[in-house]
């Protein structure tokens, strides 16, 4: 059985520009969620999103946005990329929603200068 | 205080040691408690998932949930230079609000 897949898995953008992030849940998952992993904060959630539903939302600011297609997969945008915004972007995702089980792609490392 | 407190070591410790890693919380709403293991540029892998107090083990790996203490624990038997990695905690629950909390994690490595 395949994995969550992400893309892409580097990314190198300047201040001012805008970025997305693509998942790929595993097959039957229909939960996917976002986390934004730095050395200094750790793991802190993005958000959630279910049957294209956002379902929750962490403590981000609005640039920070995302959506599920009917088929599962999910993007995450940032908009107006700020030098902070440099970390791992994990995506993750569940059989169902407000479990504790997820299951972690390999992430996208996004780097802002 | 973080909601969540894990001591993120370094640990090391010589091939086959019992390794003991643990996280406290505060907050007594927390129902899912879960171990991840990440390795060095990769994704968290879930490792063990546990809804009540008590124990439950898998393989070499046992998660021990102690609710009144607010007080989890993983324990490693057996461990192997395969285990080195960074070990995180996580709690969550749902109550009106969802709320889903890594801990810092914890460096191990094993020695070989």
């Known amino acids: 059985k395949a994995g969550v897949t992400q893309t892409p898995r580097y990314l190198i953008k300047t201040r001012g520009q805008q970025v997305t992030l693509s998942c790929s849940p595993i097959?039957?998952?229909?939960?996917v969620s976002w986390y934004q992993q730095t050395p200094g904060q750790g793991l802190q959630f993005l958000f959630e999103y279910f049957s294209e539903t956002q379902r929750n939302k962490g403590n981000f600011p609005g640039r920070f946005s995302g959506r599920q297609f009917s088929n599962s997969r999910s993007e995450m945008n940032v908009s107006t990329l700020e030098l902070g915004d440099s970390a791992l972007y994990l995506c993750?995702?569940?059989?169902?929603?407000?479990?504790?089980?997820?299951?972690f792609g390999e992430g996208s490392r996004l780097t802002v200068l | 205080q973080k909601e969540v407190e894990q001591d993120p070591g370094p640990l090391s410790v010589p091939e086959g040691a019992i390794v003991s890693l643990n996280c406290t919380y505060s907050n007594s709403a927390f129902q899912y408690f879960m171990w991840y293991r990440q390795y060095s540029r990769k994704g968290p892998e879930l490792l063990m998932y546990?809804?009540?107090?008590g124990n439950k083990e898998d393989g070499r790996f046992t998660a021990q949930v102690d609710k009144s203490s607010k007080y989890i624990s993983l324990f490693i038997r057996d461990s192997q230079p395969s285990d080195s990695a960074t070990y995180l905690c996580a709690m969550s629950y749902i109550s009106g609000t969802y709320k889903y909390i890594f801990g810092t994690g914890t460096r191990l490595k094993v020695l070989a």
């Open positions: 546990t809804y009540s107090s």
């Open positions: 097959s039957g998952h229909r939960s």
């Open positions: 993750a995702s569940s059989p169902t929603v407000n479990t504790g089980e997820l299951f």
